[in-house]
């Protein structure tokens, strides 16, 4: 079993810093790609960045420019680092990790964690 946790979260002014950070553990064999989400009040859970174990990123047009993803695949953890947040970034992030564990197929989850921009 895979077990994921976001860390990082919390209450930040308009144009401030945060960094967030999820570890994965457990009996991981491999991982293929790791994504953050988000799910502001109202709205459809929605695809922030994610990254690949090659290290190809890609973002949501909302956040280029402004927030970046890396990993360290050594210790199975993904971080976003997010700058000049805007209150229409207040939303639970999630962390998603898929790999393999034990030959199977792996899609983990995470708690979430508070993200609110406000002054």
């Known amino acids: 079993q895979v077990q994921v946790v976001e860390s990082g979260g919390g209450l930040v002014q308009p144009g401030g810093s945060l960094r967030l950070s999820c570890a994965a553990s457990?009996?991981?064999?491999?991982?293929?790609?790791m994504h953050w989400y988000r799910q502001a009040p109202g709205k459809e859970r929605e695809v922030v960045a994610y990254?690949?174990?090659?290290?190809?990123?890609n973002y949501a047009d909302s956040v280029k420019g402004r927030f970046i993803i890396s990993s360290d695949n050594a210790k199975n953890t993904v971080y976003l680092q997010m700058n000049s947040l805007k209150p229409e970034d207040t939303a639970v992030y999630y962390c998603?990790?898929?790999?393999?564990?034990?030959?199977?197929?792996?899609?983990?989850w995470g708690q979430g964690t508070q993200v609110t921009v406000s002054s």
């Open positions: 998603n990790i898929r790999g393999e564990t034990m030959m199977i197929d792996f899609n983990s």
């Open positions: 457990g009996s991981i064999s491999s991982v293929a790609a």
């Open positions: 990254i690949t174990q090659g290290g190809r990123t």
